[in-house]
């Protein structure tokens, strides 16, 4: 996978399909992978943040998310030149669970947030399973740990802001042993518009 670096941050150039092929083998092969969706504002934190800049180079999938990262491709002769945004590869691993089985978990946003996306979702997508959802105002980190597990989730969206919800995948994807986790930001509250 070609690779490009801005202020140290990687940044794959991808398209959205790549993108999906690389979802379905970490699913099929049980890999252990997240994904994390570059925009300048993570680069901007990032580039004077060594801990937070190895953690997002650890992700194996660091998606194109916005158009500043296009823009600075371009100059620099890169090969990037299409938004995969975090929102709409969100969506269509959502698609292809539907198509494919993979369960679905949403943790994260305000208390509500995440079943109303849930439903949203499963409307749009008919057969896909979400398996459960929490929101990300918790007390005991633990519990939601054990929750989650007790519902064996293909994959895992987090919506708890950046980095936030980087952090918590990468201190507990080991224990989670669901094979694709994502961070996504603000994306139910979008789908619930
Ligand atoms: N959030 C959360 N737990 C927290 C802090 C934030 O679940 O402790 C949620 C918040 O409700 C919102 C999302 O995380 O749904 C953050 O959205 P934002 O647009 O700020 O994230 P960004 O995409 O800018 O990182």
Redesign the pocket.
């Known amino acids: 996978m070609y690779i490009e670096r801005y202020f140290g941050v990687e940044v794959c150039a991808i398209d959205m399909e790549e993108a999906l092929k690389e979802v379905d083998e970490i699913i099929k092969d049980k890999k252990l992978s997240f994904v994390v969706a570059i925009n300048p504002?993570k680069i901007m934190k990032a580039k004077e943040d060594e801990d937070l800049r190895s953690l997002l180079n650890s992700a194996r999938l660091k998606i194109p998310d916005g158009v500043g990262v296009l823009i600075a491709s371009r100059l620099k002769g890169g090969k990037i030149r299409k938004r995969v945004t975090?929102i709409d590869l969100m969506q269509n691993i959502c698609k292809r669970a539907a198509e494919k089985g993979y369960r679905v978990f949403l943790l994260?946003?305000?208390p509500g947030?995440a079943e109303k996306a849930a439903e949203i979702l499963k409307e749009r997508y008919k057969g896909l399973d979400i398996v459960g959802v929490r929101?990300?105002?918790f007390e005991s980190e633990d519990e939601v740990i054990e929750y989650i597990k007790s519902k064996t989730p293909d994959v895992l969206f987090v919506?708890?802001?950046?980095p936030?919800?980087e952090l918590f995948i990468k201190r507990n994807m080991e224990r989670l042993g669901v094979p694709l986790l994502m961070g996504?930001?603000?994306?139910?509250?979008v789908i619930c518009g």
Do not use: F, H, R
């Not at 919506?159 to 950046?162: D, Y």
């Not at 996504?184 to 509250?189: A, F, L, N, T, W």
């Open positions: 504002e975090g994260g946003a305000k947030v929101d990300g105002y919506a708890m802001g950046s936030k919800q996504v930001g603000g994306s139910y509250d």
